[in-house]
């Protein structure tokens, strides 16, 4: 039979010799694991005579459970002590300039999509989109300017095989036959996209970023389009005074077209926007012709509609003051950390779109 007293003396001085938690487990196991002290204690019960048995076993079970106790007792203490050391030794000074934090900006030609989307969307316009890579047909014939139509000359096309079927779209408007082929009208779409054409120099780039318009219903006539583009042009030069006026013109998918002047002077070598009595021509604009919704199975009779193109990177350059347009595609990380714009100034119609 074991000796109790025996039993709690070996058990106090283990307990008192702990120190970290591994000391810890292999006293554990070695009064409780399979083979330990007590556990063997235990299994012996069975061989005691039964006079003595019942008092020997609470006697064991109190020991045990005092020493249960004790453990765990230890096992925070431990692990308190650990916190305390680790906090004492991993010191963090937040009094430490932080770290450099180079941010990124927001490229003019993105912020003024951004502004146009966000004012065309308050009139009920919703955003197109066609693929850079476009057929002659939907950018040309489908438009009404079929093949040795002076116009198609003017467009400086890059075509993309020998026979001149495929080619990188010049302007926006073949997206207008895309969406009159999918969509039934009414329609009312504006088409921010990238556009190419062979010129270079300081308003011309090989790559520049074109605004199409759309408003097919019924009963849709010019008047309906100047109110829209005037509503347009003074939210984005954010000028109610702006002045604006229309010039006839020719372009072969309107009937009849024009063109939109809008007033400027120059002040200290600076143009400012909406004052002033000089004219600046902004974009192209006219009633669909006939003959392109012929060609997309549109009645004429029943729906007429307004179209318009406009180009994003010059509204960018005259409203934010940039002279050369060459330098919108440089990559210069110097340039877009002066002209870009914060990611967190997102235009929006009720907090205003630059400011
Ligand atoms: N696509 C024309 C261009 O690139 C711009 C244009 C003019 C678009 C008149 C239109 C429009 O939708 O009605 O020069």
């Given at each position: 039979m074991i000796d109790l007293a025996q039993l709690q003396d070996q058990i106090k001085s283990k307990l008192s010799g702990i120190e970290n938690q591994s000391e810890l487990?292999?006293?554990?196991?070695?009064?409780?694991?399979?083979?330990?002290?007590?556990?063997?204690?235990?299994?012996?019960?069975?061989?005691?005579?039964?006079?003595?048995?019942?008092?020997?076993?609470?006697?064991?079970n109190v020991i045990k459970s005092q020493l249960i106790d004790k453990l765990n007792m230890l096992q925070q203490e431990i692990a308190?002590?650990?916190?305390?050391?680790?906090?004492?030794?991993?010191?963090?000074?937040?009094?430490?300039?932080?770290?450099?934090?180079?941010k990124g900006k927001i490229h003019p030609v993105s912020q003024v999509i951004d502004e146009l989307t966000s004012i065309f969307s308050e009139i009920g316009f919703s955003v197109a989109e066609g693929p850079d890579i476009e057929n002659?047909?939907?950018?040309?014939?489908?438009?009404?300017?079929?093949?040795?139509?002076?116009?198609?000359?003017?467009?400086?096309?890059?075509?993309?095989?020998?026979?001149?079927?495929?080619?990188?779209?010049?302007?926006?408007?073949?997206?207008?036959?895309?969406?009159?082929?999918?969509q039934k009208p009414p329609i009312k779409i504006i088409v921010p996209g990238r556009t190419y054409r062979c010129d270079s120099d300081m308003t011309h780039t090989p790559m520049?970023?074109?605004?199409?318009?759309?408003?097919?219903?019924?009963?849709?006539?010019?008047?309906d389009l100047k109110g829209c583009l005037e509503y347009f042009l003074k939210r984005?030069?954010?000028?109610?005074?702006?002045?604006?006026?229309?010039?006839?013109?020719?372009?072969?998918?309107?009937?009849?077209?024009?063109?939109?002047?809008?007033?400027?002077?120059?002040?200290?070598?600076?143009?400012?926007?909406?004052e002033g009595d000089r004219w600046l021509e902004v974009l192209g604009c006219g009633m669909v012709h006939p003959n392109v919704l012929k060609n997309v199975k549109i009645d004429s009779n029943k729906f007429q509609g307004y179209a318009?193109?406009?180009?994003?990177?010059?509204?960018?350059?005259?409203?934010?003051?940039?002279?050369?347009?060459?330098?919108?595609?440089?990559?210069?990380?110097?340039?877009?950390?002066?002209y870009g714009f914060d990611s967190n100034d997102v235009p929006t119609n009720y907090r205003g779109l630059s400011k």
């Open positions: 487990e292999n006293t554990k196991s070695f009064f409780l694991g399979k083979k330990g002290l007590i556990t063997l204690a235990f299994k012996g019960l069975g061989t005691l005579d039964p006079s003595i048995r019942k008092e020997q076993a609470s006697k064991l308190s002590k650990e916190i305390n050391k680790n906090l004492n030794t991993e010191k963090l000074d937040i009094t430490l300039p932080a770290k450099k934090i180079i002659e047909y939907n950018n040309f014939t489908a438009l009404n300017t079929p093949e040795h139509h002076p116009a198609r000359d003017m467009h400086d096309t890059f075509y993309l095989d020998k026979d001149k079927k495929t080619l990188l779209r010049t302007h926006t408007s073949p997206v207008q036959i895309r969406t009159m082929l999918k520049f970023h074109q605004l199409e318009g759309l408003y097919l219903d019924k009963n849709i006539n010019m008047g984005f030069f954010e000028n109610d005074k702006l002045k604006m006026r229309l010039r006839p013109s020719h372009f072969p998918f309107t009937e009849p077209s024009a063109e939109v002047d809008i007033s400027y002077k120059i002040d200290n070598n600076k143009i400012i926007v909406g318009f193109g406009v180009g994003i990177d010059r509204l960018a350059m005259l409203k934010y003051g940039i002279t050369d347009l060459r330098s919108f595609f440089e990559g210069d990380v110097r340039w877009i950390d002066h």
